[in-house]
T-cell receptor, first 110, second 115 residues
Framework: GQNIDQPTEMTATEGAIVQINCTYQ??????LFWYQQHAGEAPTFLSY????GLEEKGRFSSFLSRSKGYSYLLLKELQMKDSASYLC???????????FGRGTSLIVHP | DGGITQSPKYLFRKEGQNVTLSCEQN?????MYWYRQDPGQGLRLIYY???????QKGDIAEGYSVSREKKESFPLTVTSAQKNPTAFYLC??????????????FGPGTRLTVL
Protein backbone atom coordinates (compact mmCIF):
# COMPACT_ATOMS: atom_id res chain seq x y z
CA GLY A 1 0.00 0.00 0.00
CA GLN A 2 0.90 3.63 -0.28
CA ASN A 3 0.41 6.57 2.08
CA ILE A 4 1.79 10.01 1.29
CA ASP A 5 1.30 13.01 3.58
CA GLN A 6 1.97 16.65 2.85
CA PRO A 7 0.65 19.83 4.47
CA THR A 8 -2.39 21.17 2.65
CA GLU A 9 -1.35 24.80 2.53
CA MET A 10 1.59 27.03 3.41
CA THR A 11 2.18 30.74 3.14
CA ALA A 12 5.48 32.59 2.94
CA THR A 13 6.88 36.00 2.15
CA GLU A 14 8.64 36.99 -1.05
CA GLY A 15 12.40 36.60 -0.64
CA ALA A 16 12.10 34.13 2.22
CA ILE A 17 12.85 30.38 2.44
CA VAL A 18 10.17 27.72 2.78
CA GLN A 19 10.41 23.99 3.41
CA ILE A 20 7.63 21.68 2.23
CA ASN A 21 7.65 18.28 3.92
CA CYS A 22 6.47 14.93 2.62
CA THR A 23 6.26 11.68 4.54
CA TYR A 24 5.52 8.38 2.90
CA GLN A 25 5.00 4.72 3.63
CA UNK A 26 5.67 2.20 0.92
CA UNK A 27 6.34 -1.52 0.72
CA UNK A 28 9.32 -0.90 -1.54
CA UNK A 29 11.14 2.25 -2.51
CA UNK A 30 11.90 3.31 -6.09
CA UNK A 31 12.63 6.97 -5.55
CA LEU A 32 10.63 10.12 -4.81
CA PHE A 33 9.50 12.88 -7.17
CA TRP A 34 8.59 16.50 -6.62
CA TYR A 35 6.42 18.31 -9.16
CA GLN A 36 5.23 21.92 -9.34
CA GLN A 37 1.72 22.64 -10.58
CA HIS A 38 0.31 26.11 -11.19
CA ALA A 39 -3.45 26.41 -10.99
CA GLY A 40 -5.16 24.91 -14.03
CA GLU A 41 -1.89 23.81 -15.60
CA ALA A 42 0.14 20.64 -16.00
CA PRO A 43 2.52 19.45 -13.29
CA THR A 44 6.16 20.06 -14.19
CA PHE A 45 9.06 17.96 -12.94
CA LEU A 46 11.26 19.50 -10.25
CA SER A 47 13.36 16.71 -8.77
CA TYR A 48 13.88 12.99 -8.30
CA UNK A 49 15.67 11.55 -5.25
CA UNK A 50 16.58 7.91 -4.89
CA UNK A 51 19.55 8.17 -2.50
CA UNK A 52 19.67 9.83 0.91
CA GLY A 53 20.81 13.40 1.09
CA LEU A 54 20.28 16.82 -0.37
CA GLU A 55 20.21 17.61 -4.08
CA GLU A 56 20.41 21.25 -5.05
CA LYS A 57 19.15 22.77 -8.28
CA GLY A 58 19.33 26.52 -8.24
CA ARG A 59 16.79 28.00 -5.84
CA PHE A 60 15.17 24.58 -5.28
CA SER A 61 16.65 21.71 -3.28
CA SER A 62 15.22 18.35 -2.36
CA PHE A 63 16.18 16.14 0.56
CA LEU A 64 15.51 12.46 1.18
CA SER A 65 15.83 10.17 4.19
CA ARG A 66 14.81 6.65 3.24
CA SER A 67 15.09 5.30 6.79
CA LYS A 68 12.62 7.94 8.01
CA GLY A 69 10.32 7.83 4.98
CA TYR A 70 10.75 11.58 4.71
CA SER A 71 11.54 14.17 2.09
CA TYR A 72 11.41 17.92 1.86
CA LEU A 73 11.50 20.49 -0.89
CA LEU A 74 13.36 23.68 0.00
CA LEU A 75 12.61 26.85 -1.92
CA LYS A 76 14.96 29.79 -1.43
CA GLU A 77 14.62 33.45 -2.40
CA LEU A 78 10.92 33.01 -2.94
CA GLN A 79 9.31 34.79 -5.85
CA MET A 80 5.64 35.50 -6.46
CA LYS A 81 5.70 33.04 -9.38
CA ASP A 82 6.53 30.24 -6.90
CA SER A 83 2.91 30.37 -5.74
CA ALA A 84 1.72 26.94 -6.86
CA SER A 85 0.89 23.47 -5.66
CA TYR A 86 3.84 21.18 -4.93
CA LEU A 87 3.21 17.48 -5.40
CA CYS A 88 5.20 14.70 -3.76
CA UNK A 89 5.02 11.37 -5.63
CA UNK A 90 6.38 7.94 -4.75
CA UNK A 91 6.22 4.74 -6.85
CA UNK A 92 4.91 1.86 -4.78
CA UNK A 93 7.03 -1.23 -4.32
CA UNK A 94 7.58 -3.13 -7.52
CA UNK A 95 5.99 -0.43 -9.66
CA UNK A 96 7.52 2.36 -11.69
CA UNK A 97 4.34 4.43 -11.63
CA UNK A 98 4.24 7.10 -8.90
CA UNK A 99 1.37 7.60 -6.50
CA PHE A 100 0.80 11.30 -5.85
CA GLY A 101 0.16 13.05 -2.58
CA ARG A 102 -2.63 15.64 -2.38
CA GLY A 103 -0.16 18.45 -2.91
CA THR A 104 0.82 21.48 -0.84
CA SER A 105 -0.59 24.80 -1.98
CA LEU A 106 2.09 27.46 -1.44
CA ILE A 107 1.02 31.08 -1.35
CA VAL A 108 3.80 33.67 -1.64
CA HIS A 109 2.82 37.18 -0.61
CA PRO A 110 4.72 40.46 -0.94
CA ASP B 1 8.92 21.23 -30.61
CA GLY B 2 8.46 17.94 -28.76
CA GLY B 3 5.68 17.64 -26.27
CA ILE B 4 2.29 16.34 -25.24
CA THR B 5 -0.91 17.90 -26.45
CA GLN B 6 -4.40 17.48 -25.09
CA SER B 7 -7.51 18.84 -26.68
CA PRO B 8 -9.73 20.54 -26.04
CA LYS B 9 -8.70 22.52 -22.94
CA TYR B 10 -12.32 22.89 -21.82
CA LEU B 11 -15.12 20.46 -22.64
CA PHE B 12 -18.78 20.53 -21.71
CA ARG B 13 -21.11 17.58 -22.07
CA LYS B 14 -24.59 16.63 -21.04
CA GLU B 15 -25.09 13.90 -18.51
CA GLY B 16 -25.43 10.48 -20.13
CA GLN B 17 -23.20 11.24 -23.11
CA ASN B 18 -19.89 9.54 -23.75
CA VAL B 19 -16.97 11.86 -24.45
CA THR B 20 -13.46 11.19 -25.76
CA LEU B 21 -10.44 13.19 -24.63
CA SER B 22 -7.48 13.39 -26.95
CA CYS B 23 -3.82 12.93 -25.98
CA GLU B 24 -0.95 13.01 -28.47
CA GLN B 25 2.81 12.97 -27.87
CA ASN B 26 5.77 13.34 -30.23
CA UNK B 27 8.44 12.54 -27.65
CA UNK B 28 8.75 8.94 -28.87
CA UNK B 29 7.82 7.76 -25.39
CA UNK B 30 6.70 4.18 -24.91
CA UNK B 31 4.50 4.69 -21.86
CA MET B 32 1.41 6.88 -21.57
CA TYR B 33 -0.93 7.56 -18.66
CA TRP B 34 -4.25 9.15 -17.80
CA TYR B 35 -4.85 10.83 -14.46
CA ARG B 36 -7.82 12.54 -12.94
CA GLN B 37 -7.48 15.48 -10.54
CA ASP B 38 -10.26 16.79 -8.31
CA PRO B 39 -10.04 19.92 -6.12
CA GLY B 40 -7.88 19.28 -3.06
CA GLN B 41 -6.95 15.83 -4.32
CA GLY B 42 -3.80 14.35 -5.71
CA LEU B 43 -3.59 12.85 -9.17
CA ARG B 44 -5.34 9.50 -9.41
CA LEU B 45 -4.34 7.00 -12.08
CA ILE B 46 -7.11 5.91 -14.46
CA TYR B 47 -5.30 3.84 -17.11
CA TYR B 48 -1.78 3.39 -18.39
CA UNK B 49 -0.10 1.81 -21.38
CA UNK B 50 3.47 0.61 -21.67
CA UNK B 51 3.40 -0.35 -25.34
CA UNK B 52 1.14 -0.13 -28.36
CA UNK B 53 -1.96 -2.34 -28.25
CA UNK B 54 -1.61 -2.93 -24.52
CA UNK B 55 -3.01 -1.05 -21.54
CA GLN B 56 -3.71 -1.64 -17.86
CA LYS B 57 -6.29 -0.38 -15.41
CA GLY B 58 -5.17 2.08 -12.78
CA ASP B 59 -6.77 2.80 -9.43
CA ILE B 60 -10.03 4.32 -10.73
CA ALA B 61 -10.71 2.74 -14.14
CA GLU B 62 -14.45 2.17 -13.69
CA GLY B 63 -16.49 4.20 -16.17
CA TYR B 64 -13.51 4.89 -18.44
CA SER B 65 -12.03 3.20 -21.51
CA VAL B 66 -8.85 3.72 -23.53
CA SER B 67 -7.11 2.51 -26.69
CA ARG B 68 -3.49 2.53 -27.80
CA GLU B 69 -3.46 1.84 -31.53
CA LYS B 70 -0.51 4.14 -32.17
CA LYS B 71 2.54 4.96 -30.08
CA GLU B 72 1.76 8.68 -30.26
CA SER B 73 -1.87 8.55 -29.22
CA PHE B 74 -3.75 7.44 -26.09
CA PRO B 75 -7.37 8.68 -26.15
CA LEU B 76 -9.57 8.38 -23.07
CA THR B 77 -13.33 7.87 -23.29
CA VAL B 78 -15.41 8.94 -20.32
CA THR B 79 -18.55 6.84 -20.50
CA SER B 80 -21.99 7.47 -19.07
CA ALA B 81 -21.18 4.83 -16.45
CA GLN B 82 -18.74 7.21 -14.74
CA LYS B 83 -20.69 8.60 -11.79
CA ASN B 84 -18.79 11.86 -11.24
CA PRO B 85 -17.04 12.71 -14.52
CA THR B 86 -16.54 16.44 -13.89
CA ALA B 87 -12.80 16.83 -13.24
CA PHE B 88 -9.45 17.95 -14.62
CA TYR B 89 -7.94 15.20 -16.77
CA LEU B 90 -4.19 14.98 -17.28
CA CYS B 91 -2.34 12.83 -19.78
CA UNK B 92 1.34 12.01 -19.30
CA UNK B 93 4.07 10.04 -21.01
CA UNK B 94 7.44 8.63 -20.03
CA UNK B 95 10.28 7.00 -21.96
CA UNK B 96 10.28 3.76 -19.92
CA UNK B 97 14.04 3.48 -19.84
CA UNK B 98 15.17 0.14 -18.50
CA UNK B 99 16.10 -0.14 -14.84
CA UNK B 100 13.19 1.32 -13.00
CA UNK B 101 11.47 4.60 -12.49
CA UNK B 102 11.45 7.31 -15.12
CA UNK B 103 10.09 10.83 -15.20
CA UNK B 104 6.60 11.58 -16.43
CA UNK B 105 5.88 14.54 -18.67
CA PHE B 106 2.39 15.98 -18.56
CA GLY B 107 0.08 17.52 -21.11
CA PRO B 108 -1.79 20.79 -20.39
CA GLY B 109 -4.93 18.98 -19.27
CA THR B 110 -8.60 18.98 -20.25
CA ARG B 111 -11.20 20.33 -17.85
CA LEU B 112 -14.38 18.33 -18.38
CA THR B 113 -17.67 19.62 -17.06
CA VAL B 114 -20.75 17.45 -17.26
CA LEU B 115 -23.99 19.40 -16.98
Amino acid sequence: GQNIDQPTEMTATEGAIVQINCTYQTSGFNGLFWYQQHAGEAPTFLSYNVLDGLEEKGRFSSFLSRSKGYSYLLLKELQMKDSASYLCAVPSGGSYIPTFGRGTSLIVHP
Amino acid sequence: DGGITQSPKYLFRKEGQNVTLSCEQNLNHDAMYWYRQDPGQGLRLIYYSQIVNDFQKGDIAEGYSVSREKKESFPLTVTSAQKNPTAFYLCASSPRTSGGTDTQYFGPGTRLTVL
